[in-house]
């Protein structure tokens, strides 16, 4: 398994924040050196690092890049806040940054956020049953989370406690999280797996071959409302459709209880030409699966249910 460090840390005398570059993942282990914010920005924007916990511990130790390197902060924060939208992960790393813009902050945010992830891995094991064939999307691996993982991380928990027998993984149109990171990861931990294509999924619930959907978030609203990668929504209908669970795996770094409902969740558009080189193109990054269509949240405090307005509530 990588160390967290592999994934991204900071390195004092440069000083520079240094990421394994997830865009040439699986094919090439290559890191990253950014020395500089403007450097990091490009970096999350383009996906080098990506998954919502793990930008939000990139853009602190971004901060704390700012900090060594006499940057103006203000300018700093707001350039990192700015880099992706819908991840409230940033926004929460940066807030927690401003009054100790220091590495060893930043360092323990990012430890903090990988043991928030073994402890939700612990509390989601107990959704699963022996046998579970579980289909996940996107990556919500340890390159998603700084270490560990959330989503996948309950896999790791449940596939331990032997009640695991299969993961499929969602190759995730059009960057393929899931059929370049997730699929590694899982190789990696031993866990069998199987890629399949997004549009594959329904036929294979309709088959009796899927029992749960296991995903991350990105930004959790006050009322349960989850935003996720794309497609997220479209497994959560297929999921209602067939009886199975979809469930929502989450630190509360990604719980954004300012926000009422999914509505007012910023939808990320990235270029069209991530989908086509010759036609117009329409490409939003996330959706939002409402929150009546998510079975549990699990986040590093427990299993919440619905209604998720009161159980959410609590976490404050
Ligand atoms: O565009 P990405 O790759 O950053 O999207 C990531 C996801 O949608 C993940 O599922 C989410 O950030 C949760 S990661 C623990």
């Known amino acids: 398994m990588l160390e967290p460090t592999d994934i991204v840390r900071y390195e004092e005398g440069g000083p520079k924040v240094v990421l394994l ?3 040439r993942l699986p094919d090439e282990e290559v890191e990253l050196e950014c020395g ?13 690092i990506r998954g919502a916990p793990a930008i939000g511990i990139a853009a602190a130790y971004g901060l704390a ?14 350039a990192l806040a700015e880099a992706r939208p819908t991840a409230v992960n940033l926004a ?6 401003r009054d100790d813009p220091t590495p060893a902050h930043a360092r323990r945010l990012h430890e903090e956020e990988v043991e928030r992830c073994r402890a939700m891995a612990a509390h989601a094991a ?28 309950a896999l790791r928990a449940a596939w331990e406690r032997g009640l695991l027998a299969h993961v499929w993984v969602d190759e995730t149109r059009p960057l393929l999280q899931g059929s370049r990171l997730t699929a590694w990861e899982l190789e990696a931990a031993g866990i069998p797996h199987a890629v399949i294509a997004d549009s594959a999924a329904a036929a294979l619930m309709a088959g009796g071959e899927v029992d749960c959907v296991v995903t991350g978030a990105d930004r959790i609203a006050a009322n349960g409302d989850t935003a996720n990668k794309i497609g997220t ?6 999921a209602a459709y067939h009886r199975l669970p979809l469930y929502v795996i989450a630190p509360t770094s990604s719980v954004d209880l300012a926000t009422a409902t999914g509505a007012e969740i910023p939808i990320e558009e990235r270029a069209g030409a991530e989908l086509t080189s010759r036609f117009p193109a329409r490409n939003p990054a996330f959706d939002v699966t409402p929150a009546g269509l998510i079975a549990a949240i699990v986040t590093e405090h427990g299993v919440h249910r619905a209604p998720y307005a009161d159980s959410l509530a609590m976490l404050v």
């Open 21 to 23: 570059d997830q865009r």
């Open 36 to 48: 500089t914010v403007a450097e990091l920005v490009t970096a999350i924007r383009e996906l080098a």
């Open 65 to 78: 890049l700012a900090a060594e390197r006499g940057e103006d902060l203000d300018a700093a924060a707001a």
């Open 92 to 97: 929460w790393a940066l807030g927690e940054m």
């Open 126 to 153: 107990e959704l699963f049953g022996p046998g579970t064939r579980a289909l996940t999307h996107c990556n919500a691996g340890g390159l998603a989370t700084g270490g560990y993982g959330s989503a996948v991380g």
């Open 233 to 238: 929504y479209s497994l959560s209908v297929l």
